[in-house]
Each structure stands twice: as C-alpha cells, then as structure tokens.
C-alpha cells in the first residue's frame, strides 16, 4: 500500500477504482486500520462507478505516530471530563479531519463523498462542516452528534474499553481484539469465530499500537457538541445506524439526522457496532444514496455500453419480428413474440408455437 505526505503526517492509504471516477473517502474509527473497511465493500462501491480511498489515521496502522513524552490513560481521560476538567488532548477530530482533506489534495482530488464510520463519522462530520466545497455528500455510519444528554455505551461496552491494555503478548491482543467484536457485533449478523480470528490476526501484524488508540479517544472525548456545527452541513446526507448498537445506541444516530437538515435516517434491525460482511450491500446502498443525490447516477463505462447493446438487440429483434409478421401473416395477432428492452432477450419459443400453428393453416 502506498503511503503520502498529508498536513504534515506520513498517510497509508490504498486506492480502487479509476483516479478519473468521483471519489468516495472511507475515514475509519477509533484505534481501527484502513483494513476495517471491508474489501467487498469497496469492490461494490467501484462497480457503482466510483474511486474509492481508504487510509489510516494518525496514530493507526502504517500511519504516522505522535509519540508524546507524557504517558495518557484512557481512564484518567473519561474520569477528569465526568468531574468537568480537561482532559489531556494531544490533537482534535477536526486536526485528524484535516488530515483527510490532506490526503485529497496530496492525491489531486478537488471534491469526494465523505464517508466515516464510529469515530470517524465524527470525523467526517468536522470534514464537512470545516471543508463545505470539498465535499459532495456525507454518509455518517454508527456514529454521534456529540449530544452530552445521549444515552452512553452498555456497562459491559464500555468496562471493555476501560481496560485497555498494552500487552505484547500476541495471543493476548489477539484473544482481545476477539473478545471486542464479540461484544460490540451485530447479533442480527454475527461474524463466525474463524472470520473474526482472521481479521484480528491480520490487524494485530499489521500494526497494533494502544497508545495511538489512547490519543485518538482523548480527541473523542474532547472534542464536545457538535449539534450546532451539524446544523451548518448542506450537502446531501445518509445516517446509518444499527438498532441493537451498544457501544453508540441508536438515539446517537437519531440525533445526528435530526440536526442535520434533510438527512435521510436509515436504520438497520440485528446491527451492532461493526460492518458485518451480510450488511456490505446495505451499506453500500446507504453511500450511494447520499452520492446519488449530490450528482446523480454514476455509470461505469462497460455497463454503460451492455445497456445500449441490450436496448440495440432488442430494437433488431423487434423490427425482425414485425417484418416476418408482414410478409408472412400480416393478420397475426399482436405478441408473436416477446421481447424485453431492458434485457434485450428474445423469447423464440412463443414465435415457433405461433408459426407450427400458422403452418398447420397454411398447408393443411
């Protein structure tokens, strides 16, 4: 995967599709690589006639590490904000926003639809709100408007998260980052024990680094309301939310659409808080959706030749079948035969039951 200078930092980020195409920019959540938004997913969206890029956030994956001299917990974090004190915040969403628009100019891309899941349709929404004629639509997945009166993460959720650790122990990261997805999934969907091993064991090679993880829900935790920025977003926009969420409960997805004018709310029975491989084609559909009301329907070359071809066919087949009707059986009956313009295929088996009929009159 090729990594590029954006706002300073070093950014990997992989590339699909045609660099001519509209892009779509997948910005992915907490602690989570670019290899968390699903291959198939990005397959589908290219078929849709779009450049898909997703990358790595700073202090994620291949992408650059702030490494700071003071140690962060997590825990000191979430309990400094509850008593009203800051909490220690080495960067903000809007800075790891910065970072995408970054990453769009280092690739040449003028305008995208902006897409972010958990953190990062937080980070999405900075995106948006900070960047207005960079973006074409917005699709904010299992996210949150920042609303402090929402509803938090189930006890067992967020005990999860509370005990973050910095083992090296590769079975141990593993058998956590397991333990995660359990507990977070979609049980409407679940992903079976050998996939989710797969995934893990992928990840934690790749890169596993807690402290980047630490750093990024600082920013989360800091970064406050974001209603009023929301009500300042114009473009065309899906909020997709799982009912059954327990990391960020379904009001959060709610509350974004309500403050975000002519948000379309889509809702999802059985989803958790991840992107099941079942649900791939839901929530491609949910990214088009808001891409298709910004500008239209984008048409990939070769389909796009298929449907004249199919519409040729069926003309042909049309003035064929009129023109035997004429010289052979001018009376005939209309619907000697059927042709489907969408498809452009002729069905040949109602024309002969029609001719060995008309054979049985003209030479008996």
């Known amino acids: 995967m090729p990594r590029i200078k954006a706002n300073g930092l070093d950014i990997e980020y992989e590339s699909f599709g045609p660099d001519d195409a509209e892009a779509i920019l997948l910005i992915m959540g907490l602690g989570a690589q670019l290899t968390q938004w699903p291959l198939d997913l990005c397959e589908i969206l290219v078929a849709r006639g779009y450049r898909v890029i997703r990358f790595d ?8 590490r702030l490494e700071r001299d003071r140690a962060f917990a997590f825990s000191d974090a979430f309990f400094a904000l509850a008593a009203g004190k800051s909490a220690f915040a080495p960067y903000s969403l809007s800075d790891m926003g910065n970072d995408a628009v970054g990453l769009l100019d280092a690739l040449g891309i003028e305008q995208a639809h902006i897409v972010g899941a958990s953190m990062g349709g937080m980070i999405a929404q900075h995106v948006v709100a900070d960047h207005p004629t960079r973006c074409l639509s917005l699709t904010s997945i299992m996210s949150s408007s920042g609303n402090p009166m929402l509803p938090p993460p189930r006890p067992k959720v967020l005990s999860l998260f509370m005990s973050q650790g910095h083992s090296h122990d590769t079975e141990a990261v593993i058998a956590k980052g397991i333990k995660t997805y359990e507990v977070i999934g979609s049980p409407g969907f679940p992903t079976d024990a050998a996939t989710l091993r ?4 992928r990840d934690a090679a790749r890169a596993y680094y807690p402290q980047g993880v630490m750093r990024q829900m600082a920013a989360v935790l800091s970064d406050g309301d974001r209603r009023a920025r929301l009500r300042q977003i114009k473009v065309p926009t899906v909020v997709l939310h799982g009912r059954n969420d327990p990391l960020v409960p379904m009001a959060a997805g709610e509350d974004t659409a309500a403050n ?14 991840d992107l099941p491989l079942a649900l791939v084609p839901q929530i491609a559909d949910a990214i088009v959706a808001a891409a298709e009301r910004a500008t239209g329907v984008q048409l990939v070359p070769e389909v796009a030749e298929a449907e004249i071809a199919a519409v040729s066919v069926a003309e042909v087949v049309s003035d064929v079948v009129a023109a035997v009707q004429a010289v052979v059986a001018p009376d ?31 030479f008996s």
């Open 332 to 362: 005939a009956p209309d619907g000697i035969a059927e042709v489907q313009p969408a498809t452009g295929r002729f069905r040949p088996g109602r024309f002969r039951r029609w001719l060995t009929k008309q054979r049985q009159r003209w």
């Open 57 to 64: 956030n700073r202090d994620a994956g291949l992408s650059s």
């Open 260 to 273: 975000i004018e002519g948000a379309e709310l889509r809702v999802i029975d059985g989803m958790g808080h």
């Open 198 to 201: 797969e995934w893990v064991e």
